[in-house]
C-alpha cells in the first residue's frame, strides 16, 4: 500500500490566494483527520471525518477554511483567502480502529 | 478541556545512557499513542497502548500505560544516536480525536 497521500508537497502562495490540500487515505479506512502542526502550537486537529461525513470541525480555525471529502478516496482541505499566519506543515491522517497513518504533509508558506 | 502535558520537553542524552520521558493526561479514555517524528519529515507511529498496565517494546524503546495515574512513559535504553528524534505522545479522548503532547525533542550525541 501506499501510504497516506498528500498533494502538493510544498506551497508558496501569496497572502490572499486560495490554497487547495489534497489528501488520498490508506484504501479501507474508513476515517480521516486533518492536522495543522507549528512551532508555536504544536499538532492541532482540524477537523475530521468518518465514512465521508464531517464529525468534528471545532478545531477549524475560521470561516476561510473548509474541508471536503467527496468520496472514500478524496479529501480536500481549502483555505480561502490565505493568510501569512496559516503557514504551516498540514498533516492527513487516516485510521481504520485505533490507530493514525500520518501521511508525509504539506508545507505551506503563505507571504 | 482535554490536555496532554509531556516532560522533558527537550532531552541530551549520551549514547549508551538510560532515560525516560513522561506523558500526563487528563481523560479517561485510557487509549495512548506513542509517536516518532524526524526533522521534516511525517510522524511515525511507535506504540498504541489500550489498557492498564499495557507493555510494549521495540527495540531500545519501552512504553508502558498506568491509567490511574494517567501516566504514561517512553523509557530508552542504552541510546544510540538513531533515535534522536521529536517523540509525541497523543491521548484519545473518548472519540477517535487524538491530542497531542507539545513533544519532547530527543538528541543523542555520541
Known amino acids: 500500500d501506499a501510504g497516506v497521500i498528500q498533494s502538493p508537497r510544498h506551497e508558496v502562495t501569496e497572502m490572499g490566494q486560495e490554497v487547495t490540500l489534497r489528501c488520498k487515505p490508506i484504501s479501507g479506512h474508513n476515517s480521516l483527520f486533518w492536522y495543522r502542526q507549528t512551532m508555536m502550537r504544536g499538532l492541532e486537529l482540524l477537523i475530521y471525518?468518518?465514512?465521508?461525513?464531517?464529525?468534528?470541525d471545532s478545531g477549524m480555525p475560521e470561516d476561510r477554511f473548509s474541508a471536503k471529502m467527496p468520496n472514500a478516496s478524496f479529501s480536500t482541505l481549502k483555505i480561502q483567502p490565505s493568510e501569512p499566519r496559516d503557514s504551516a506543515v498540514y498533516f492527513c491522517?487516516?485510521?481504520?480502529?485505533?490507530?493514525?497513518?500520518f501521511g508525509p504533509g504539506t508545507r505551506l508558506t503563505v507571504t | 478541556e482535554l490536555k496532554v502535558e509531556q516532560n522533558p520537553l527537550f532531552l541530551s542524552m549520551q549514547e549508551g545512557k538510560n532515560y525516560t520521558i513522561y506523558c500526563n493526561y487528563s481523560?479517561?479514555?485510557?487509549?495512548l499513542y506513542w509517536y516518532r517524528q524526524d526533522p521534516g519529515k511525517s510522524l511515525e507511529s511507535l506504540f498504541v497502548?489500550?489498557?492498564?498496565?499495557a507493555v510494549k517494546q521495540e527495540g531500545r524503546l519501552m512504553a508502558s500505560l498506568d491509567t490511574k495515574a494517567r501516566l504514561s512513559t517512553l523509557h530508552i535504553t542504552a541510546a544510540v544516536h538513531d533515535l534522536s528524534a521529536t517523540y509525541f505522545c497523543a491521548d484519545q479522548g473518548g472519540s477517535e480525536k487524538l491530542v497531542f503532547g507539545k513533544g519532547t525533542k530527543l538528541t543523542v550525541n555520541p
Open positions: 497502548l489500550l489498557s492498564n498496565g
Open positions: 491522517a487516516t485510521s481504520h480502529g485505533y490507530e493514525q497513518y
Open positions: 471525518f468518518n465514512n465521508n461525513v464531517p464529525i468534528d
Open positions: 481523560t479517561t479514555s485510557d487509549r
